[in-house]
T-cell receptor
Framework: EAGVAQSPRYKIIEKRQSVAFWCNPI?????LYWYQQILGQGPKLLIQ????????DSQLPKDRFSAERLKGVDSTLKIQPAKLEDSAVYLC?????????????FGQGTRLTVV | GQNIDQPTEMTATEGAIVQINCTYQ??????LFWYQQHAGEAPTFLSY????GLEEKGRFSSFLSRSKGYSYLLLKELQMKDSASYLC???????????FGKGNQVVVIP
């Protein structure tokens, strides 16, 4: 079974530029998560989708971050414009659902460096 | 909302036992997960607790007390490959969001 796919693996941009990350979850997984992980910290939930609807985006900086999950499958996360403090690994995860023992499976992440 | 607290780092010797604690506060509890994350890699699932008590899985065990908002992960017979960050994550019952703690870095030395 294919895992969660993310691209690109690495990205370096200058501050004030825009960047987009792509995620393809495990087939059949209804729930998709985007996390931001700054070096030395735990993953911080940015947005959680159930199919193509947003379950939680309370920690998404909406003035510069946006995410969509068209057709309830793939998802993109965009930052526009980027700031130095956005340098982090952006992890996408998916799970079958949100009830019971539905563990989240993670992709390899996109390491973003803003210079 | 959720508030999850974990100590930051510990060092232990190969073959030893280490306990990693996690305390949490949530408006509605719907399960606690433990993940392992090696440096530069994605987190991988270790264990899940939703009822009070101990769940054992080989060298790893996880305990939950819902009344105390407390869990621990027990690593036995430590191996060098166990050097990693250990993250606890809590699922909230209201909107089912999955929030992680800061993680606890375990360094295993010979």
């Amino acid at each position: 079974e294919a895992g969660v796919a993310q691209s690109p693996r690495y990205k370096i941009i200058e501050k004030r530029q825009s960047v987009a990350f792509w995620c393809n979850p495990i087939s059949g997984h209804a729930t998709l998560y985007w996390y931001q992980q700054i070096l030395g910290q735990g993953p911080k939930l940015l947005i959680q989708f159930q199919n193509n609807g947003v379950v939680d985006d309370s920690q998404l900086p909406k003035d510069r971050f946006s995410a969509e999950r068209l057709k309830g499958v793939d998802s993109t996360l965009k930052i526009q414009p980027a700031k130095l403090e956005d340098s982090a690994v952006y992890l996408c995860a998916s799970s079958l659902g949100t009830g019971g023992n539905t563990e989240a499976f993670f992709g390899q992440g996109t390491r973003l460096t803003v210079v | 909302g959720q508030n999850i607290d974990q100590p930051t780092e510990m060092t232990a010797t190969e073959g030893a036992i280490v306990q990693i604690n996690c305390t949490y506060q949530t408006s509605g509890f719907n399960g606690l997960f433990w993940y392992q994350q090696h440096a530069g890699e994605a987190p991988t699932f270790l264990s899940y607790n939703v009822l009070d008590g101990l769940e054992e899985k080989g060298r790893f065990s996880s305990f939950l007390s819902r009344s105390k908002g407390y869990s621990y992960l027990l690593l036995k017979e430590l191996q060098m490959k166990d050097s990693a960050s250990y993250l606890c994550a809590v699922r909230d019952h209201g909107n089912n969001r999955l929030a992680f703690g800061k993680g606890n870095q375990v360094v295993v030395i010979p």
